[in-house]
């Protein structure tokens, strides 16, 4: 082969090679494009998002990540450029979503074509790739777990993420009062949003949210989790629903990625149980991981409508080059932006 059809054969990527820091652990390479298999798809990426998930990757501490090395990038937005027999719902030149979990980082992925949801040709492909993942979290939690409405109130933990910052912006378009947990540097950024910000390390939380709220709020949005499900617990008023998202609590080891999980497990179980029984004032507590499938799409579809309608602008932090990955997991590590970091290849 020649070294221009080489070129335009190849795929640039980043491979996460073991645990560690990004800066040594992401490591760029090419290899060829892949060929699509039996149901699958390859689409060109024009944007992956940057998530926790790897951040978690790194530490060892994600649940079921695939073995080192491999491609991370939990979400994309591309359009697809050759399709595998028995792909009968999508063509090439079709501008698609998807949240292969791991895989995003590269020019060129191939990925199933039955978890694919439609992205409309005029949005930006950074905002839509911020909604694949966070937006369709954000509104599954809102609308389907807690069910909130005008003159409801809420704690968002972590405000001023890619999560919270979508998930405020939701909250406060339905009519929810929303309190928005951030470090204190992010609190104008979180008022922003429409949001009255806190600090999470405020030593007391629940009282704080108790002066403001009396009663108690109608949901706690938690990815922390831990001693602080605690906290969100004596928050919720009568009825209110308590949703944990993540079990991100500091302190564990790498390889003890189940850990962490195990006192929000624990929790769960034992308050579904008192429920059942009438203890809890109505109260309850419930886990929540994004998953494709109808109603993803149906969130999917119902974000990018509020972004055409003006009601949703997802925050960028920053657009990075596809070399610049270790860069993009260190804005995040410093915890020093507000909103998405997301990779243009
Ligand atoms: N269950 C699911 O399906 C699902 C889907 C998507 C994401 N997640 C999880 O959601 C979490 C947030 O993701 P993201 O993309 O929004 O991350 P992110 O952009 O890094 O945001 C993290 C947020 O957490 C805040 N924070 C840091 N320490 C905190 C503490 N002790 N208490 C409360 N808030 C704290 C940060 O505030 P400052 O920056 O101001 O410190 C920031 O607002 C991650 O754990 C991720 O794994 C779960």
């Given at each position: 082969?020649?070294?221009?059809?080489?070129?335009?054969?190849?795929n640039?990527?980043?491979?996460?090679?073991?645990?560690?820091?990004?800066?040594?652990?992401?490591v760029?390479?090419?290899?060829?494009?892949p060929v699509?298999?039996?149901?699958?798809?390859?689409?060109?990426?024009?944007?992956?998002?940057?998530s926790?998930?790897?951040?978690?990757?790194l530490?060892?501490?994600?649940?079921?990540?695939?073995?080192f090395?491999?491609?991370?990038?939990?979400d994309?937005?591309?359009r697809?450029?050759?399709?595998?027999?028995?792909?009968?719902?999508?063509?090439?030149?079709?501008?698609?979503?998807?949240?292969?979990?791991?895989?995003?980082?590269?020019?060129?992925?191939?990925?199933?074509?039955?978890?694919?949801?439609?992205?409309?040709?005029?949005?930006?492909?950074?905002?839509?790739?911020?909604?694949?993942?966070?937006?369709?979290?954000?509104?599954?939690?809102?609308?389907?777990?807690a069910?909130?409405?005008?003159g409801?109130?809420?704690?968002?933990?972590?405000?001023?993420?890619?999560?919270?910052?979508?998930?405020?912006?939701?909250?406060?378009h339905?009519?929810?009062?929303?309190?928005?947990?951030a470090s204190?540097?992010?609190?104008?950024?979180?008022?922003?949003?429409?949001?009255?910000?806190?600090?999470?390390?405020?030593?007391?939380?629940?009282?704080?949210?108790?002066?403001?709220?009396?009663?108690?709020?109608?949901?706690?949005?938690?990815?922390?989790?831990?001693?602080?499900?605690d906290?969100?617990?004596?928050?919720?008023?009568d009825?209110?629903?308590?949703?944990?998202?993540?079990?991100?609590?500091?302190?564990?080891r790498?390889?003890q990625?189940?850990?962490?999980?195990?006192?929000?497990?624990?929790?769960?179980?034992v308050?579904?149980?008192?429920?059942?029984?009438?203890?809890?004032?109505?109260?309850?507590?419930?886990?929540?991981?994004?998953k494709?499938?109808?109603?993803?799409?149906?969130?999917?579809?119902?974000?990018?409508?509020?972004?055409?309608?003006?009601?949703?602008?997802p925050r960028?932090?920053?657009?990075?080059?596809?070399?610049?990955?270790?860069?993009?997991?260190?804005?995040?590590?410093?915890?020093?932006?507000?909103g998405?970091?997301?990779?243009?290849?």
């Open positions: 082969m020649t070294a221009d059809a080489a070129h335009r054969t190849a640039a990527r980043i491979m996460m090679t073991g645990s560690g820091a990004p800066e040594t652990r992401l760029s390479c090419r290899d060829p494009r699509p298999g039996r149901g699958k798809v390859v689409v060109q990426v024009e944007a992956a998002g940057v926790y998930a790897e951040v978690q990757m530490r060892r501490l994600h649940p079921f990540p695939p073995r090395p491999f491609v991370p990038g939990y994309l937005v591309g697809i450029v050759a399709a595998g027999s028995d792909v009968t719902r999508w063509r090439v030149g079709d501008r698609v979503a998807a949240m292969p979990r791991h895989g995003a980082w590269q020019e060129y992925v191939e990925t199933s074509a039955k978890t694919l949801a439609a992205v409309p040709e005029h949005l930006d492909a950074a905002v839509a790739v911020a909604l694949v993942t966070n937006g369709v979290t954000s509104h599954e939690m809102l609308h389907r777990l069910a909130l409405g005008p409801d109130t809420a704690l968002v933990h972590g405000a001023s993420g890619g999560v919270g910052t979508l998930l405020t912006q939701l909250a406060v339905h009519g929810v009062r929303v309190l928005g947990t204190p540097a992010k609190h104008d950024a979180v008022r922003a949003l429409g949001a009255e910000p806190l600090d999470y390390r405020t030593p007391d939380l629940p009282s704080a949210v108790r002066e403001l709220v009396p009663g108690g709020v109608q949901a706690v949005f938690d990815h922390i989790g831990g001693r602080g499900l906290a969100g617990w004596a928050m919720l008023a009825g209110g629903t308590l949703v944990s998202f993540d079990s991100s609590v500091a302190g564990y790498p390889g990625w189940f850990r962490p999980h195990v006192p929000a497990l624990r929790r769960t179980a308050r579904w149980a008192a429920r059942t029984f009438k203890l809890t004032s109505g109260r309850r507590q419930c886990m929540y991981y994004v494709p499938g109808a109603g993803f799409d149906a969130a999917l579809a119902a974000l990018f409508r509020l972004v055409d309608e003006g009601v949703l602008s960028i932090a920053a657009r990075h080059p596809l070399d610049d990955a270790a860069g993009a997991v260190r804005a995040l590590l410093d915890g020093t932006t507000v998405k970091h997301v990779l243009i290849p």
